[in-house]
Structure formats: C-alpha cells, structure tokens
C-alpha cells in the first residue's frame, strides 16, 4: 500500500490548493440499503472531481516543474493538473482524445494549460510517452506513487467526518484514486472494508483481477472518466490484496443511480461517480444494519447535453 506517512505528508502540502468535501447522509438510500449510507461531496472539489488533490501532490513533488509537465486524460485529470499547474505557474501541456466532451475540453483551456487532442485515449498515451521523451515532465494520471498519496487525502478527510465508517465503495478507472483512499482506510483501520466499481466497457481492473495480472482493453463505457486502457501495476497489486470485491455494474445501472442523485440528492454526479450507488445497490444485503456505508461521489464534470442523452438512452 502506500504509505500512511506519504498521505499525511500529502495533506499537509496540498492543503492551500485544494477543498475538504462534505458528507451527507441519506435516510432514503439508508432505508433502501439498510445500513447508514453517507455520501462523500468529492464532485464538490474543485475542477469538479478529485483529481486536483493528486495533480497538486505530484507537482508539488516533481523538482523540474519550471520547465513545463505534460499529462494526459479523458476529462477529469486534465482539469485537474491544468487547475495545479496554474495555481503554480507551471506550464502544462495535456493529451486527450478527440471523442473528449467539449465542456471537459473547454474547461482544460480555462483554467491555463495547451490541450492537444488524438484519435483515441491508447493514442493520447503513446503521444504522451513521445512528449515525455521530448523532456516533457510526466505527470502519470494514475500510476504514480505521488499521484496516489494526494489522492489518498481524501480518505483521511474521511476517518475523521465518519469515524465509525465500515464500509466504502469507490470507483476505479486506472486505479489511482482507488489505491491512495484504500490505501488511507486500511492503513487507519484494517477492519474497513473497501469494494471498488467499475462499469461495464471500463473494467480494466477486474478484467486483471480475472486475468491475475494487468491487462489492457478499449473502453467502450459512456463512463468515459472510468475508461482507462490499462490497469496500473501498484493499484493492480492494492486491488488484489485489500479489495473486498471489484462490482462492474451496466452503464443503465450507473445511468439510473446517476438520475435518483440527481432528482433526490439534487446531486449532479457523472456516471462514474454515480455507479457507487449501483454498485451499493448490486452489494445490498452485505452490509452491516448497524454500520456506516460510504458512498464516494469522486466527480460531476457532466455536460446538460449528456445529463439528457444518457437519461434519454436508459429510459
């Protein structure tokens, strides 16, 4: 796992840049799962989602940053280090494919950095190894030790807004989030039990899990956030010995958590987010009555124009 002392450390140097998020029960989820849901705000960071606490993080950590890092995402982590590199005056370059939404595309742009667009994420990865040779500093969106400790912040936030926390489900696309919160719990509390989530078309991880090794395949999901090409190899390694359980859930489940959030919770979360919910649901009847389920909401980078089709298209 990673270090509990890389995270505290971690917490402690991302803290001017980013936001603690916070919880909210549910009566209705809680009464439908029969445990105590809470639902962690992380769609309430800043950019949107999470991936600010690790962008910051490995930043702050790269000595070489001055001369410009190069990154590459299908939405939320180019938001995310393109919101670091300008709180730090780094300049940033991010590769993401053309399929990327225009709102995740346009928001890259605000907020400083220079996007440059290819065919598919495999190829943003390839262009992204070209630039890294280039000298490029690499700013990995997931498989980075540093990366992993900021976003293991969260789940310290977490310990101390729900200390009698059992259970958590988060989503996993490379594995990044996934291992620095799993991380967190376990390493403060080894009885907590962590189920990671993946749609169907972006389940690399349990494909691995299956496979016993990383593997790789073409996301097809609409959960583009989730749609890694590629298992990290350290998240693989946490996802096998601390998981509970990886739940690939169908993008109409994810669809129809999405849409209860958001007429219920009044909750804009994508469906990467949202499949927590369809996962808790999948997993309902294991979870202790008198225990504290953890519903993470990692992001809300959605479009209206999506919010409608993917609604429209599950109905």
Same mark, same amino acid.
């Given at each position: 796992?990673?270090?509990?002392?890389?995270?505290?450390?971690?917490?402690?140097?991302?803290?001017?840049?980013? =936001?603690?998020? *916070?919880?909210?029960?549910?009566?209705?989820?809680?009464?439908?799962?029969?445990?105590?849901?809470?639902?962690?705000?992380?769609?309430?960071?800043?950019?949107?989602?999470?991936?600010?606490?690790?962008?910051?993080?490995?930043?702050?950590?790269?000595?070489?940053?001055?001369?410009?890092?190069?990154?590459?995402?299908?939405?939320?982590? #180019?938001?995310?280090?393109?919101?670091?590199?300008?709180?730090?005056?780094?300049?940033?370059?991010?590769? !993401?494919?053309?399929?990327?939404?225009?709102?995740?595309?346009?928001?890259?742009?605000?907020?400083?950095?220079?996007?440059?667009?290819?065919?598919?994420?495999?190829?943003?990865?390839?262009?992204?190894?070209?630039?890294?040779?280039?000298?490029?500093?690499?700013?990995?969106?997931?498989?980075?030790?540093? !990366?992993?400790?900021?976003?293991?912040?969260?789940?310290?936030?977490?310990?101390?807004?729900?200390?009698?926390?059992?259970?958590?489900?988060?989503?996993?696309?490379?594995?990044?989030? !996934?291992?620095?919160?799993?991380?967190?719990?376990?390493?403060?509390?080894?009885?907590?039990?962590?189920?990671?989530?993946?749609?169907?078309?972006?389940?690399?991880?349990?494909?691995?899990?299956?496979?016993?090794? *990383?593997?790789?395949?073409?996301?097809?999901?609409?959960?583009?956030?989730?749609?890694?090409?590629?298992?990290?190899?350290?998240?693989?390694?946490?996802?096998?010995?601390?998981?509970?359980?990886?739940?690939?859930?169908?993008?109409?489940?994810?669809?129809?958590?999405?849409?209860?959030?958001?007429?219920?919770?009044? =909750?804009?979360?994508?469906?990467?987010?949202?499949?927590?919910? #369809?996962?808790?649901?999948? =997993?309902?009847?294991?979870?202790? *009555?008198?225990?504290?389920?953890? =519903?993470?909401?990692?992001?809300?980078?959605?479009?209206?124009?999506?919010?409608?089709?993917?609604?429209?298209?599950?109905?």
């Amino acid at each position: 796992m990673i270090p509990l002392t890389d995270i505290e450390a971690a917490a402690g140097r991302i803290a001017p840049y980013v =936001l603690t998020t *916070p919880t909210a029960t549910s009566s209705t989820l809680s009464d439908e799962l029969g445990t105590n849901v809470v639902l962690k705000l992380e769609l309430l960071q800043k950019t949107g989602s999470f991936k600010p606490r690790g962008a910051v993080n490995q930043l702050l950590a790269y000595e070489h940053r001055a001369g410009g890092v190069v990154g590459i995402s299908g939405g939320n982590f #180019a938001q995310g280090l393109a919101y670091a590199a300008g709180r730090l005056d780094v300049p940033a370059r991010i590769v !993401m494919p053309e399929t990327t939404p225009a709102n995740y595309l346009d928001a890259t742009r605000g907020y400083g950095a220079d996007v440059e667009l290819t065919p598919t994420i495999a190829d943003a990865f390839v262009r992204y190894d070209e630039l890294v040779a280039e000298g490029w500093g690499p700013m990995h969106p997931f498989d980075n030790q540093n !990366m992993m400790a900021g976003n293991g912040t969260l789940g310290l936030e977490l310990l101390e807004q729900v200390p009698d926390v059992t259970d958590v489900i988060i989503s996993i696309g490379g594995g990044g989030f !996934m291992a620095g919160v799993t991380s967190a719990m376990k390493g403060s509390n080894p009885d907590i039990r962590v189920w990671g989530v993946e749609t169907d078309g972006a389940d690399v991880m349990a494909r691995s899990l299956a496979a016993g090794s *990383p593997q790789t395949m073409t996301p097809t999901s609409i959960a583009k956030t989730l749609g890694s090409p590629y298992a990290g190899e350290k998240p693989f390694e946490i996802a096998r010995d601390q998981l509970e359980q990886v739940v690939v859930v169908p993008d109409e489940e994810a669809v129809r958590a999405m849409t209860f959030l958001f007429e219920r919770a009044k =909750l804009v979360a994508e469906p990467a987010a949202a499949c927590t919910l #369809a996962a808790a649901r999948a =997993l309902r009847g294991r979870f202790d *009555p008198d225990g504290s389920l953890v =519903l993470i909401l990692c992001g809300g980078n959605l479009s209206v124009a999506d919010l409608c089709a993917f609604t429209a298209r599950f109905s």
